[in-house]
């Protein structure tokens, strides 16, 4: 059934899809702001309730979210992207998804639902880095085409069937636009979606930011409960390290309330938490953390020396761990951390 979006759900939804961020996914604010002129209500639609033949697609920003808050996109910041896979697949689009489920850009196709079907699917479920972690391209769904803005109202197409080309390609092109731009996925239909991506997305982040909101004050034990997940620990951030074989990986060091020691792995995102040198959790569970005091939601690069944090492990979307090989994309392993996928 389609649900009703009112604009009062925005600050809900922009929570939720933080929380699935796993501390990436970017903040939502700029999001929020840009959709406050939208044509409220909005309705978003079950897979299953468009024609499966519906020409999709998706859209989302990439590269550096801190960069969009200072260069903030104009009105209509994906007409020339979408006017281009249009040209290329001779198929106007009739609907439009998210490209992934989490942070700022759970929200960005509310800025095309005036005019487009917006579908309750993405190729994510949760924040994760590269656009080779699309499920759309990890299932290899033929006939995908992929635009990236290149800056100065220049755009870059991709039609491959390597997913490693379109990371690799668009990032060159995000370089040239100056560290951020919109993407967008097209090609695919409605249908694809039904076996080719995660489902029911709005209706997960409108319900842990519910959840959220409405025991925010609680003991952190409770808010856990509420959002459904189970809690890792709390403490205070005693060190944050760089790894020393890889530049993009840093270590976490929480000192536990309860006396343990908490490391945490990231990149963009928390991969895994440590408690003494076991495993706890690791992606593609969803690693939320959040300040103890203000209750905050926080990215990876809010983890600063002598914060009081609390560390929230969240169900990972089943479409990952339905079959290994999906699962195998998402793991830290795949992020070449080693040794810290779950057993």
């Known amino acids: 059934m389609a649900r009703t979006l009112e604009h009062g759900d925005l600050p809900s939804l922009a929570r939720g899809f933080s929380l699935l961020g796993s501390g990436g996914g970017g903040t939502t604010t700029m999001l929020e702001l840009m959709l406050a002129d939208a044509d409220w209500p909005l309705t978003v639609h079950p897979v299953a309730g468009l024609d499966p033949a519906t020409p999709c697609i998706a859209a989302a920003f990439a590269g550096s979210t801190y960069l969009l808050t200072e260069r903030i996109p104009g009105s209509d910041p994906f007409d020339e992207l979408i006017a281009a896979a249009e040209r290329w697949t001779g198929v106007r689009a009739g609907a439009v998804c998210p490209l992934e489920g989490a942070g700022l850009n759970g929200l960005t196709p509310l800025t095309l639902a005036g005019r487009l079907a917006l ?4 190729f994510m479920g949760r924040a994760l880095p590269r656009l080779d972690q699309l499920s759309l391209f990890i299932d290899r769904v033929p006939g995908t085409v992929t635009v990236c803005g290149s800056g100065a109202g220049g755009v870059v197409l991709i039609e491959t069937d390597r997913a490693a080309d379109v990371e690799s390609l668009v990032r060159g092109a995000i370089v040239q636009a100056g560290g951020a731009a919109g993407v967008v996925v097209a090609g695919f239909t409605v249908g694809d979606l039904i076996e080719h991506a995660v489902h029911d997305g709005y ?19 409770e808010l856990a409960g509420r959002l459904g997940g189970r809690m890792l620990g709390t403490g205070r951030v005693a060190a944050v390290e760089a790894a020393p074989s890889d530049a993009y990986s840093s270590a976490v060091e929480v000192t536990a309330d309860d006396g343990a020691l908490l490391r945490l792995v990231a990149r963009s995102e928390v991969l895994a938490v440590l408690r003494d040198g076991s495993l706890e959790a690791s992606s593609p569970e969803i690693i939320v953390t959040i300040d103890s005091i203000s209750r905050d939601i926080l990215q990876v690069d809010g983890l600063s020396i002598a914060r009081h944090v609390a560390l929230i492990a969240l169900p990972a979307p089943a479409w990952w761990t339905e079959r290994p090989e999906r699962l195998r994309q998402v793991t830290p392993s795949a992020f070449g951390i080693d040794g810290l996928d779950a057993a």
């Open 203 to 221: 209706e997960r982040a409108l319900e842990l930011g519910t959840a959220f909101d409405a025991a925010a004050a609680a003991p952190l034990s």
């Open 119 to 122: 579908v309750d699917a993405d």
